[in-house]
């Protein structure tokens, strides 16, 4: 019974510490207590379990100060001595020694004990700071209870319990949310380095991540500027050296361990300084005399602070080989079998110990790819599918409001649209009318390239709310934006009866307090602004549905605002993005939402003309630019931000400006840029829409949400600094209006290999093959903004390569959900707690898109 508490004690204790500072620190607390729990279930007897099951469930989910009062109403339970009286068929809680007290100067009588709160009080306990830490005084560093040797360890040890792991090293584990075996267990490794054999110094190639084996010649700290040191050692073989450059050491320590004449083994990533080839942080082994066998396939980690590669390496193999066969799979055998799936205990040991024989033939970028690696990605795959259908089902459950207008709703788009829509448009409308009509909360996506007519869609849908007698609310991601919207929406929906209003940043008070006035009683219909709007202040009389506008630039938490202004449900959501999004990013990214494409331009509009031209063609394209001026067209000017400082910015703008005025005399050039005012970049605007200015040079990418419908070339400096998607959107600026647009893609001096990539804008107007190819460059993260998007931390998946896996675990989340929408049945209950564990504290935001 002790060892039963201990697996429930520890955590806790843990959490408890310095006052509960450890306790927000602990990922997957309650995932752990519940595996514990289901350990000693026969022991604690029903009635305490229950008891115990209802305290910790949602543990995760609440905020700091509800989660210290849990975790202090479970401590007060388990505590010896205190717990309230055990259920009658149940033994008894076992009291286990009382912890060593602290050195005081001067003793003090004993405190009393927190009395045992009962479960249904719980949730309503104060903490108890000080008895708490009165009561285990640093219990989890000192250890009362007996540790196992590494080799005994069970899934649910502690890892404070096991021998080979010191307390710093588990207060650092339990910092990434490892505080089990089986927590540990499931970090996995992000990649493996084929170590089998030592490579010689002298064919070293920068790049390359390599195993050598040679003496050390030089080993010194240096000064390295700014008052910080270097310690740098020269290892030597027969056939050359290498430099290991550290700029995180303990002086004395690499002096003990790495005197002249030591033979090593350094493994790391190459790099090329000057004329030298060095390693900086390598791992350094140090061996005898006869030297050492290579180590073979070798894991790779994720960073934990303060433990070191090769320690965390080497305690997570002994955790591999002592509990790895004890993981409980909680797959269903007919899944498995179904996709030919391995067991989990296999594939989590071979993960952990792989061989030379786990390796497939097939290598990712020359690096060792394990044939269980399929299994693993499956289950990372499932879990986060599991947690999007379970997100959206929940979503789908909750009351939404209902917009069903009087009439048809092509109707209101006549009456609203000067033009037709295109088919594309049509589908788009009519999923987006019938989610409206539903009584349940819509959560759409709408993307499409560039001037495929997101806009006017949108409009479509505000005035079908409109016409049900609620408001609207468009959110933009920059002023101009969020102007462009206001000024068409004036021009279209005024002659309707809908009141528009535009709120910003820029916006003065007494024009701000009178519209949030407006907007409280009604009068206002569809507000359209900026993050000015995410604002407490900003109320609604009933707010029916909230659009986003390049979703990706907001991050979830500023879209939960936005959501959270319903009067009495969440309103209607849809979400806009001019990125096409590959079908596997996609489902992994928008997984929970419903997805529309608009895959086809207005009637007129003819694909943006795109040509790449090196440094020595500039002349050749400013040409080309000119014929376009010459013809009384207009253009655009964009280059990167090179550097993160506004000041850097501006300075280069600065001299691009005074070089095309140069370059192109007769025309004027004008710049816009963020560290203008409001009243400025609205100058700089209203001239090049009234084509007083010829060419806008634009210092980011922001800035270009701007509808012109002249300006018919986009001219890129440094167009290799761009991701492919983004180059697609700037091209779908120009080429508008009823004259053919010209994209320049100016590519600097980084070589064929930039160009390269540029190609694929010349050979293809395929906004999704594009982003397929830079999905496939730049990862999703680099494509959508990995902190805005919403994107699982995958340290396996890459849902590029695969995309396969992506389809099928998607598939049999939305089955399983289907079959069984509470993962209740009793073959499905240790899936249930697996997904817990993995996003309790994950999924929460999932349903704001």
Same mark, same amino acid.
């Given at each position: 019974?002790?060892?039963?508490?201990?697996?429930?004690?520890?955590?806790?204790?843990?959490?408890?510490?310095?006052?509960?500072?450890?306790?927000?620190?602990?990922?997957?607390?309650?995932?752990?207590?519940?595996?514990?729990?289901?350990?000693?279930?026969?022991?604690?007897?029903?009635?305490?379990?229950?008891?115990?099951?209802?305290?910790?469930?949602?543990?995760?989910?609440?905020?700091?100060?509800?989660?210290?009062?849990?975790?202090?109403?479970?401590?007060?339970?388990?505590?010896?001595?205190?717990?309230?009286?055990?259920?009658?068929?149940?033994?008894?809680?076992?009291?286990?020694?009382?912890?060593?007290?602290?050195?005081?100067?001067?003793?003090?009588?004993?405190?009393?004990?927190?009395?045992?709160?009962?479960?249904?009080?719980?949730?309503?306990?104060?903490?108890?700071?000080?008895?708490?830490?009165?009561?285990?005084?640093?219990?989890?560093?000192?250890?009362?209870?007996?540790?196992?040797?590494?080799?005994?360890?069970?899934?649910?040890?502690?890892?404070?319990?096991?021998?080979?792991?010191?307390?710093?090293?588990?207060?650092?584990?339990?910092?990434?949310?490892?505080?089990?075996?089986?927590?540990?267990?499931?970090?996995?490794?992000?990649?493996?380095?084929?170590?089998?054999?030592?490579?010689?110094?002298?064919?070293?190639?920068?790049?390359?991540?390599?195993?050598?084996?040679?003496?050390?010649?030089?080993?010194?700290?240096?000064?390295?500027?700014?008052?910080?040191?270097?310690?740098?050692?020269?290892?030597?073989?027969?056939?050359?050296?290498?430099?290991?450059?550290?700029?995180?050491?303990?002086?004395?320590?690499?002096?003990?361990?790495?005197?002249?004449?030591?033979?090593?083994?350094?493994?790391?990533?190459?790099?090329?300084?000057?004329?030298?080839?060095?390693?900086?942080?390598?791992?350094?082994?140090?061996?005898?005399?006869?030297?050492?066998?290579?180590?073979?396939?070798?894991?790779?980690?994720?960073?934990?602070?303060?433990?070191?590669?090769?320690?965390?390496?080497?305690?997570?193999?002994?955790?591999?080989?002592?509990?790895?066969?004890?993981?409980?799979?909680?797959?269903?055998?007919?899944?498995?079998?179904?996709?030919?799936?391995?067991?989990?205990?296999?594939?989590?040991?071979?993960?952990?110990?792989?061989?030379?024989?786990?390796?497939?033939?097939?290598?990712?970028?020359?690096?060792?790819?394990?044939?269980?690696?399929?299994?693993?990605?499956?289950?990372?795959?499932?879990?986060?599918?599991?947690?999007?259908?379970?997100?959206?089902?929940?979503?789908?459950?909750?009351?939404?409001?209902?917009?069903?207008?009087?009439?048809?709703?092509?109707?209101?788009?006549?009456?609203?649209?000067?033009?037709?829509?295109?088919?594309?448009?049509?589908?788009?409308?009519?999923?987006?009318?019938?989610?409206?009509?539903?009584?349940?909360?819509?959560?759409?996506?709408?993307?499409?390239?560039?001037?495929?007519?997101?806009?006017?869609?949108?409009?479509?849908?505000?005035?079908?709310?409109? $016409?049900?007698? /609620?408001?609207? @609310? *468009?959110? %933009?991601?920059?002023?101009? +934006? !969020? &102007?462009?919207?206001?000024?068409?929406?004036?021009?279209?929906?005024?002659?309707?009866?809908?009141?528009?209003?535009?709120?910003?940043?820029?916006?003065?008070?007494?024009?701000?307090?009178?519209?949030?006035?407006?907007?409280?009683?009604?009068?206002?219909?569809?507000?359209?602004?900026?993050?000015?709007?995410?604002?407490?202040?900003?109320?609604?009389?009933?707010?029916?549905?909230?659009?986003?506008?390049?979703?990706?630039?907001?991050?979830?938490?500023?879209?939960?605002?936005?959501?959270?202004?319903?009067?009495?449900?969440?309103?209607?959501?849809?979400?806009?993005?001019?990125?096409?999004?590959?079908?596997?990013?996609?489902?992994?990214?928008?997984?929970?939402?419903?997805?529309?494409?608009?895959?086809?331009?207005?009637?007129?509009?003819?694909?943006?003309?795109?040509?790449?031209?090196? $440094?020595?063609? /500039?002349?050749? @394209? *400013?040409? %080309?630019?000119?014929?376009? +001026? !010459? &013809?009384?067209?207009?253009?655009?000017?964009?280059?990167?931000?090179?550097?993160?400082?506004?000041?850097?910015?501006?300075?280069?703008?600065?001299?691009?400006?005074?070089?095309?005025?140069?370059?192109?005399?007769?025309?004027?050039?004008?710049?816009?840029?963020?560290?203008?005012?409001?009243?400025?970049?609205?100058?700089?605007?209203?001239?090049?829409?009234?084509?007083?200015?010829?060419?806008?040079?634009?210092?980011?990418?922001?800035?270009?949400?701007?509808?012109?419908?002249?300006?018919?070339?986009?001219?890129?400096?440094?167009?290799?600094?761009?991701?492919?998607?983004?180059?697609?959107?700037?091209?779908?600026?120009?080429?508008?209006?009823?004259?053919?647009?010209?994209?320049?893609?100016?590519?600097?001096?980084?070589?064929?290999?930039?160009?390269?990539?540029?190609?694929?804008?010349? $050979?293809?107007?395929?906004?999704?093959?594009?982003?397929?190819?830079?999905?496939?460059?730049?990862?999703?993260?680099?494509?959508?903004?990995?902190?805005?998007?919403?994107?699982?931390?995958?340290?396996?998946?890459?849902?590029?390569?695969?995309?396969?896996?992506?389809?099928?675990?998607?598939?049999?989340?939305?089955?399983?959900?289907?079959?069984?929408?509470?993962?209740?049945?009793?073959?499905?209950?240790?899936?249930?707690?697996?997904?817990?564990?993995?996003?309790?504290?994950?999924?929460?935001?999932?349903?704001?898109?």
């Amino acid at each position: 019974m002790a060892e039963t508490l201990d697996g429930l004690l520890r955590p806790l204790r843990f959490a408890a510490r310095r006052d509960f500072a450890n306790l927000q620190k602990i990922k997957g607390l309650q995932a752990s207590l519940t595996r514990a729990l289901q350990q000693a279930g026969a022991a604690l007897g029903a009635r305490e379990a229950a008891a115990l099951s209802e305290l910790i469930e949602g543990l995760d989910g609440l905020g700091l100060e509800d989660k210290k009062r849990r975790v202090a109403a479970l401590l007060a339970r388990l505590e010896p001595g205190t717990s309230a009286a055990s259920p009658t068929p149940g033994p008894q809680p076992v009291r286990r020694p009382a912890p060593a007290k602290p050195k005081t100067r001067a003793s003090s009588p004993p405190k009393p004990r927190p009395k045992a709160v009962s479960a249904d009080t719980a949730a309503e306990a104060p903490p108890r700071t000080a008895q708490l830490n009165k009561a285990a005084p640093k219990a989890s560093v000192k250890r009362t209870g007996k540790r196992l040797p590494m080799a005994q360890a069970q899934p649910g040890t502690p890892l404070l319990e096991v021998v080979g792991v010191g307390p710093k090293t588990a207060e650092r584990m339990a910092a990434k949310g490892l505080v089990t075996t089986q927590d540990a267990l499931f970090f996995l490794p992000r990649k493996y380095e084929d170590r089998s054999t030592y490579r010689p110094i002298a064919e070293l190639v920068a790049g390359d991540r390599v195993s050598v084996q040679g003496v050390v010649r030089i080993a010194r700290a240096r000064p390295a500027g700014r008052g910080k040191r270097v310690f740098e050692m020269v290892v030597a073989d027969d056939s050359g050296s290498v430099n290991c450059r550290f700029f995180r050491f303990y002086q004395s320590q690499m002096d003990s361990r790495f005197p002249l004449g030591t033979q090593v083994v350094v493994s790391g990533a190459v790099t090329q300084w000057g004329a030298m080839r060095q390693m900086v942080h390598p791992e350094v082994e140090v061996v005898g005399e006869q030297g050492s066998q290579p180590e073979g396939v070798v894991p790779v980690y994720g960073d934990i602070e303060g433990v070191p590669a090769k320690k965390l390496r080497t305690m997570l193999k002994g955790l591999a080989q002592a509990a790895g066969h004890l993981v409980q799979d909680p797959l269903p055998p007919a899944l498995l079998q179904r996709h030919g799936l391995a067991r989990l205990p296999e594939a989590i040991v071979q993960a952990h110990l792989p061989t030379p024989d786990d390796v497939d033939s097939a290598q990712a970028d020359g690096q060792p790819v394990l044939r269980m690696r399929r299994r693993l990605v499956f289950d990372e795959l499932l879990y986060f599918q599991l947690a999007l259908a379970s997100t959206r089902a929940s979503r789908d459950a909750q009351p939404g409001l209902t917009h069903q207008p009087p009439g048809p709703w092509q109707s209101i788009a006549k009456q609203l649209l000067p033009f037709s829509l295109t088919g594309a448009q049509t589908r788009a409308l009519e999923r987006i009318a019938a989610d409206l009509a539903a009584p349940v909360p819509m959560n759409r996506l709408l993307q499409g390239d560039v001037g495929s007519g997101k806009t006017a869609v949108a409009f479509v849908a505000m005035a079908i709310v409109h $016409a049900c007698g /609620r408001q609207s @609310a *468009l959110l %933009a991601p920059t002023e101009i +934006l !969020a &102007e462009q919207h206001f000024h068409k929406a004036q021009s279209l929906m005024q002659p309707l009866g809908i009141r528009v209003a535009l709120l910003t940043g820029s916006t003065k008070a007494s024009e701000r307090k009178w519209m949030l006035s407006q907007l409280r009683a009604g009068e206002l219909h569809l507000l359209i602004g900026t993050h000015a709007i995410l604002e407490p202040a900003v109320t609604f009389k009933d707010l029916g549905l909230t659009i986003v506008d390049e979703q990706h630039r907001f991050g979830v938490q500023q879209r939960a605002l936005l959501m959270d202004k319903g009067r009495t449900c969440g309103p209607d959501v849809l979400v806009m993005t001019a990125t096409p999004i590959p079908r596997t990013l996609a489902l992994t990214a928008y997984g929970d939402l419903r997805v529309s494409v608009i895959d086809e331009l207005p009637p007129g509009r003819s694909p943006t003309k795109t040509r790449v031209f090196s $440094a020595r063609q /500039r002349e050749t @394209a *400013l040409t %080309a630019l000119k014929a376009e +001026l !010459a &013809e009384g067209r207009q253009a655009y000017v964009v280059f990167p931000l090179i550097e993160a400082s506004e000041k850097l910015e501006l300075k280069a703008a600065t001299e691009e400006v005074k070089g095309l005025q140069e370059a192109l005399p007769g025309f004027e050039v004008a710049l816009l840029h963020g560290r203008m005012r409001p009243d400025e970049k609205a100058e700089i605007m209203q001239r090049f829409a009234s084509a007083q200015a010829q060419v806008l040079v634009s210092t980011t990418v922001i800035e270009v949400g701007i509808d012109v419908a002249n300006a018919t070339v986009m001219m890129i400096e440094n167009a290799e600094r761009f991701g492919l998607s983004q180059l697609h959107q700037l091209r779908g600026r120009v080429g508008r209006g009823q004259h053919r647009g010209h994209c320049f893609l100016m590519a600097g001096a980084d070589g064929a290999e930039g160009r390269e990539r540029l190609a694929v804008l010349e $050979a293809s107007h395929d906004g999704f093959y594009v982003a397929e190819r830079d999905l496939e460059i730049r990862g999703p993260g680099e494509m959508l903004g990995t902190r805005q998007s919403g994107l699982p931390d995958l340290v396996l998946a890459d849902v590029v390569r695969d995309a396969e896996v992506v389809e099928f675990a998607r598939d049999e989340a939305f089955a399983l959900l289907e079959a069984d929408p509470q993962l209740s049945r009793p073959e499905h209950r240790a899936l249930a707690e697996e997904l817990r564990r993995r996003f309790a504290d994950k999924v929460g935001l999932a349903s704001v898109g």
